[in-house]
C-alpha cells in the first residue's frame, strides 16, 4: 500500500501567492514543489514523483494553457490532475482550459476548503481521503460521555470529527459531546461517538494516548460557525500577508 504524503506541484510566477499557497497546502497534509514556468514544470515533473499540477491560468506574463497542452501530450502525464487556479477567471477562459484538459478551474481569492474539496477529488489516496481540512490544536474542552465529564485537550479537529488526547480513553461506539469554545464566547456541542482508541492498534506507540471522535451532521448555523473557525486557522493569518518579505518573515 502506498502511504507516502502526496505531492503537489505548484506552477506560478506570482512569488506572494506561491508562498501562500504552499503553506495552505502543507497545513492541508501534501508536500509542495514549486515552478515558475512551463518548462521548469515539465522538468519536475520528469525527476520527482507528483501527485497533482496547480498552475495560473493565462496572465500577461505566464500561459497555463501551454502547460496543460505538454502536461496532455505526455503519455506518463496524460491523466496527472491539473487544477487551474485564474487570477481574474471568466467563464470563456474556465471552458477553453477545461475543453483541454484542466480537471478543474478555480479563481482567486479561494477558501482552503475549496482547494481541498478539489484535491480531494482528483487526487488518488491508497490510504483513503478526508472529506473535510484538518486543523491541528492544543485546545482544552469539556467532554460529555457515560462515564461523566472530563477536561481533555482536543489536538485535531475538523467538520467531520475530533481527536482528544486522553491516558485512558473511552471505548469504541462510546456516545459523546465535546464542548467547543469557539472565538465569539459560546461552547458549541459537538456530538458523536468514539470511533478509534489508543488499544485497537497493534502498535499504540505510533499515535498519540486518546480517541477518535465522529461527529454527528450539525445543525446548519452550527456547521457555518465551526467551518469559519476551522478556515480562519488554516489561512486567516496567511491573508494579511501582501509581500514576499512577509511571507519570508512568517515562514
Known sequence: MDTRQRAILVVDNNHTFVMYLGLLLCRLGFSVFNAETPTAALELTSSQQIDAVICEGRTATFDGLKLLHSLRKQAHLSRIPVIVIAT??????????LATGANDFL?????????????HEFVRFETGTRRYPRIRLNQRVQVESSSGSLELYLTSLSEGGAFIRCDTPLPTGEEVTVYFPTPCGMLLPLRGHVLYNRQMFHTPECIEPGFAIHFRPLPVAQKKILSQYIEHLLAGDLEAFTTPQEFALYA
Open 107 to 119: 479563481s482567486k481569492p479561494l477558501p482552503p476548503s475549496q482547494l481541498h474539496q478539489s484535491l
Open 88 to 97: 481574474n477567471g471568466s467563464r470563456a477562459e474556465r471552458t477553453i482550459f
